[in-house]
């Protein structure tokens, strides 16, 4: 049990520290806001990952968000610029303001509730606690496992 | 030719509304006790007929192709004289009114495999051929009044056709669209057999038992279709990736997830009788979404790069879906109570737990993927302008979620069916747990810094619990060969083999477990892409990672098909010559349209793709993108591993094929001692 115990504290404590580390940097800055934009050449492409031969948005684009990176140490402003400049759709995702945050928290909402629903149809109070009874063997299911 | 399409898909439309008519009236006959065996017997040949028919339009199609009869439109716009006689064959499938008739060819094939195996059980198969029949008698209506095949061209019949779209020209493409739609279209079977089982309150799990193959071979065709998609992507696209989450991709995924919830829940069904209705609207939802996805990909609803797909059909799917659902709906209603749980759950801490959380991880997953795809329509709807919902989207909500799935996948086979005691918890997890710590520290001394991004540390993440997972399975077959060496004096590898052949649904699917481990490892690799691009002039290089490109020589052929263009590069890895690559770009002279013909080094750990992605116009030096992409082989050797370990599923176990006599006892009627149960593949 002390090992265990062991374990599961050392795996707590590397998972806080990887997620307290953060990265900073110009390159990290510019890999991050590429691949948070869309190529809006029409290829529905990540802008760093625009391959669309002869395009005219891309390159522009990336050196654009480069400039904007030496002058500019808001994130969310160099998006905003972007936005402004070639709309809405410009950005990969949707942000975290107004209708939008909708999406990011939906999917955990239905999560969620459909976690509760199903509880209620198949977990019963008493199956919360743990048993620390060891299965016997007349507990088996009705196929053998 | 087209005359003899037209009347065979007429005539199947014909059939499919006696078999659906008749067969209801057979039915409801039986259910009141009249004799209906005539009646009955005439719809399910009514059933067979309709494969008959629907196989000579098929043919009809495919033949006009090969005669390059351009008289028939749907010819003209999807072949040339010069396509290779492969492609003409697929092109089938490579246009919407083509594709819907290779759909109703397999789905009335299914039909026909169905009906003829019919006395399985020929009351239930007479219901869920009925249903089937409906389902065809909607396809048909389609393709004879909204999306004709066989349509002629108007005034003068042009000597040539415009020819394939050339990202279909691919080997690949030859075989992944009927793969994907052999599992759409095969979902359609147990849905069939739990619709009709709902209505006529079927006793027992046997339809679980009967569909419970055809959902693995069903799932196995759509796992298949779905990575050769995502290899053709990869091959043909020239992006450098597999999976953009695309809507018609995406389309592709829903059923997968669901039905994989399908095979895993339905489980806790035959063991101990528990989610009955989760099971039911399980297979109901993987249906309807294989036929939303259908309804989202042609109806234009959502923009996609597979625009070519795209028509004013998606109304006919949207109407079928909302009348499948009411169906549904009305019967579920109606019979609820006879799929009350036998069993409630009892401990958090049992197998049947993880399978609930797994399905609920699953469904989470289809749920984000579905929102996601349509959150721009409902963005445009409610805001008034759209939204990008694009890859960063989709990985930040999958991704954890995927991470939990692993877990779970890892976890589950440790738990005890009810309950588990803490000891036992220790005892099994113990190695698990220090084999999934020390793969951590591995890799974060051999260079993985999950501390700088988000991508390193999911890749730490999944690598790890892909050694939980693995260690888990290994220690599993351990375990189990380990008592039959005992008892039979075998060596412990015979003995894992007696363990699989013994239970061939539970071993073969930790071999999909494992086959899905191999995968994610392949996936993990994407967070060390390099990429760069270059102008390379004869004889100058550029290096990548460990490589050097060097340029041979560009050069340019042709054919009556099209033009091509290519780089010949000298590659070296750390100074040391490896071979040649020709990276090339093809220009098909019918539809007038580019391709490009990646030149990809794979091995193990990584993948050399190079891309010519055409010349400076003003330097005229080819221009070379070159990227690294560590791992992706895995993906495909995974993909072989799950396929294995689906195909092992499937196998009859030795014990039931040693005691015939007990197949011929019904499950649902007689109560058999444990130890002599008839034992169907997967317990």
């Known amino acids: 049990m002390k090992l265990f115990r062991r374990i599961s504290t050392s795996l707590l404590l590397i998972t806080f520290s990887v997620l307290l580390l953060g990265a900073t940097g110009d390159r990290a800055r510019f890999n991050d806001l590429g691949h948070r934009m869309m190529c809006v050449c029409g290829c529905n492409q990540i802008l760093l990952e625009c391959n669309h031969v002869g395009c005219t948005y891309s390159d522009r684009m990336r050196e654009q968000l480069s400039a904007a990176i030496q002058q500019e140490s808001n994130d969310e402003n160099i998006l905003q610029t972007f936005v402004k400049e070639y709309g809405t759709t410009v950005l990969a995702a949707p942000t975290m303001r107004g209708f939008d945050r909708v999406a990011w928290i939906m999917p955990f909402a239905v999560f969620l509730a459909g976690g509760s629903f199903d509880s209620q149809l198949e977990i019963p109070p008493t199956a919360v606690r743990c048993t620390r009874r060891a299965r016997s063997p007349g507990s088996l299911p009705r196929k053998g496992t | 030719m087209p005359l003899f399409g037209s009347f065979a898909l007429l005539l199947a439309l014909l059939l499919s509304a006696y078999c659906m008519v008749f067969g209801a009236i057979a039915l409801r006959q039986q259910a009141i006790g009249m004799p209906s065996d005539r009646l009955a017997e005439t719809t399910r040949r009514a059933g067979i007929a309709i494969w008959v028919a629907v196989a000579g339009a098929g043919f009809a199609l495919v033949w006009a192709a090969l005669n390059n009869d351009f008289s028939v439109a749907y010819i003209l716009h999807h072949t040339n004289r010069d396509l ?86 691919y080997p690949e493409m030859v075989i992944h669209p009927p793969m994907l739609y052999l599992g759409y279209v095969g979902f359609a079977v147990p849905f069939a057999f739990a619709l009709g089982a709902l209505i006529m309150k079927y006793p027992g799990e046997k339809w679980i038992h009967i569909t419970r193959r055809w959902t693995m071979v069903t799932w196995c065709f759509l796992t298949c279709g779905i990575f050769l998609g995502a290899h053709w992507a990869y091959s043909v696209l020239g992006w450098g990736g597999y999976w953009g989450w695309d809507p018609v991709e995406n389309a592709s995924f829903f059923p997968w997830l669901t039905g994989t919830a399908f095979l895993h829940s339905v489980m806790m069904q035959e063991k101990r009788g528990m989610l009955k209705t989760w099971n039911v609207w399980l297979i109901f939802s993987t249906f309807m979404l294989s036929i939303l996805g259908t309804f989202l990909t042609r109806s234009g609803v959502v923009s996609s790069v597979h625009a070519f797909a795209q028509s004013s059909i998606g109304e006919w799917f949207m109407w079928f879906l909302a009348i499948v659902f009411v169906v549904c709906l009305y019967f579920y209603i109606r019979n609820r109570d006879h799929l009350r749980s036998e069993h409630r759950l009892e401990s958090l801490l049992s197998r049947e737990s993880s399978f609930l959380f797994q399905n609920l991880v699953l469904l989470a997953s289809c749920f984000a993927i579905l929102w996601g795809t349509l959150f721009p329509v409902l963005s445009e709807w409610i805001q008034g302008h759209k939204v990008t919902v694009g890859p960063p989207f989709f990985n ?83 375990r189990g060969g380990r008592v039959i060496a005992r008892h039979t004096g075998q060596n412990l ?86 071979g040649q690559m020709f ?41 070379i993108k070159a990227f690294i992409n560590p791992l992706v082989m895995w993906i495909w050797a995974g993909v072989w591993v799950l396929i294995f370990g689906t195909v092992v599923a499937m196998i009859p176990p030795i014990s039931a094929a040693t005691v015939p006599s007990l197949q011929q006892v019904r499950p649902s009627t007689v109560a058999l001692p444990v130890s002599s149960e008839p034992v169907e593949a997967g317990d």
Not at chain 2, 401 to 428: D, E, Q, Y
Not at chain 2, 440 to 465: E, K
Request: overall charge positive; proline content about 6%.
């Open chain 2, 493 to 578: 590898l015979a003995s894992m083999l007696t363990l699989t052949r013994r239970n061939t649904r539970r071993y073969g699917g930790y071999i999909v477990h494992f086959g899905v481990v191999v995968i994610v490892v392949g996936l993990s690799g994407a967070a060390f892409n390099q990429q760069k691009e270059q102008e390379l002039g004869f004889h100058e290089q550029m290096q990548i990672g460990p490589y050097t490109l060097v340029c041979d020589t560009s050069t340019e052929e042709e054919n009556p098909n099209y033009q091509i263009s290519y780089a010949i590069l000298n590659v070296y890895k750390n100074g040391k010559p490896i």
């Open chain 2, 84 to 169: 290779p006689l492969p492609y003409k064959f697929a092109a089938l499938w490579s246009g919407q009114e083509g594709s819907l008739l290779f759909w109703a060819f397999l789905l009335s094939t299914y039909g026909l495999v169905l009906r003829l195996r019919h006395k399985v059980d020929v009351k239930l198969t007479a219901y869920a051929s009925t249903i089937l029949a409906a389902v065809q008698l909607f396809f048909l209506s389609l393709l004879n009044f909204a999306a004709r095949p066989f349509s002629l061209v108007a005034g003068n019949i042009p000597p040539d056709g415009n020819g394939l779209n050339p990202l279909l020209q």
């Open chain 2, 583 to 623: 990276p090339a770009r093809k220009f098909f002279k019918a539809s007038q349209q580019p391709d490009t013909i990646v030149a990809n080094h794979s091995t193990p750990i990584e993948d050399l793709y190079v891309i010519y992605a055409g010349k400076n116009l003003d330097t005229d030096k080819p221009i």
């Open chain 2, 396 to 478: 930040r909500v999958n991704v954890p979620i995927a991470m939990f799935l692993l877990l779970l996948t890892g976890v589950g086979p440790l738990l005890a069916w009810r309950s588990t005691s803490w000891a036992s918890l220790k005892r099994n997890f113990t190695i698990p747990v220090i084999a999934t710590v020390t793969t951590a520290i591995l890799l974060m001394v051999f260079g993985v810094r999950p501390w700088q991004d988000a991508a390193h540390f999911y890749s730490l993440m999944a690598i790890s619990l892909g050694a939980l997972v693995t260690t888990t399975i290994v220690s599993e077959f351990v």
